[in-house]
């Protein structure tokens, strides 16, 4: 069922109850905040759990000399890079930070294997190239979705699955909150199911692996902050 923002806001709202006695404009601006944390965590959690899930392309030449490139600002994980000017599609092996030191060393060549590792808000690119092409290379990534603002937008996870979103939301602001322990476990019951469906149906080949995804940590990505809740009044 597709639900708007301001749908998930009112169903967390509703889910939290009566309990929730919090000042309705503090309670709406920290609903803002928790529907967008769920937002995010679930958005994470299928991109780790399935690769090609709604990449996006960017295409970046050589440099002579040069070996940081950035990387596209909505960029939060690269899937894979590759050349696009030789005979092959030819895939850039990416490193880890330890090993950038024995790519660094070597010489480069034309039709040599290339290297690249993650360095903030650049990637670079080893051995160092030593000539200049036009869009050479193509990177495939997944990018950071927008916040959601308005009232009427809608986040971009499939329908099915924008409940999640709404619980995930409601469980934040029941610890926030502590609220009664029942509440608590009633809400997460409801989330794993709703999770549990939402492997089964959008990531059917991780299902085996879904319990324990996690992102590995090489790349960047957005965050919100959500402060402690205080009481306003």
């Known amino acids: 069922m597709r639900i708007t923002f301001l749908g998930l806001r009112a169903d967390a709202r509703a889910r939290l109850g009566p309990e ?87 010489s480069y060549s034309t039709q040599g294997t290339l290297a690249y590792y993650p360095h903030g808000q650049e990637i ?31 986040p971009e996870v499939p329908e099915d699955f924008h409940e999640l979103l709404s619980v995930g939301a409601a469980i934040r602001g029941a610890l926030r909150m502590r609220l009664p322990e029942t509440l608590r476990v009633e809400l997460h019951s409801e989330k794993d199911r709703l999770r549990a469906q939402m492997i089964r149906t959008i990531l059917p080949q991780d299902e085996e692996n879904a319990a324990t995804i996690a992102d590995d940590g090489d790349d960047f990505g957005g965050s919100f902050y959500v402060p402690p809740y205080t009481d306003a009044t």
């Open 124 to 154: 670079g690119i080893l051995p160092i190239p030593t000539e200049s092409l036009e869009d050479n290379l193509t990177m495939e990534y997944h990018r950071r979705p927008q916040p959601l603002v308005h009232d009427d937008d809608v």
């Open 20 to 106: 929730s006695d919090v000042p309705q404009v503090v309670q709406e601006e920290l609903l803002k905040l928790w529907v967008n944390l769920e937002y995010m965590d679930t958005w994470t959690e299928i991109l780790n759990a399935y690769e090609d899930y709604d990449f996006e392309t960017h295409t970046f030449g050589f440099r002579d000399g040069q070996e940081f490139y950035r990387r596209p600002e909505d960029c939060v994980r690269i899937i894979r890079i590759y050349r696009t000017d030789l005979d092959d599609r030819r895939e850039l092996i990416r490193i880890k930070r330890e090993d950038e030191c024995k790519w660094r060393s070597l």
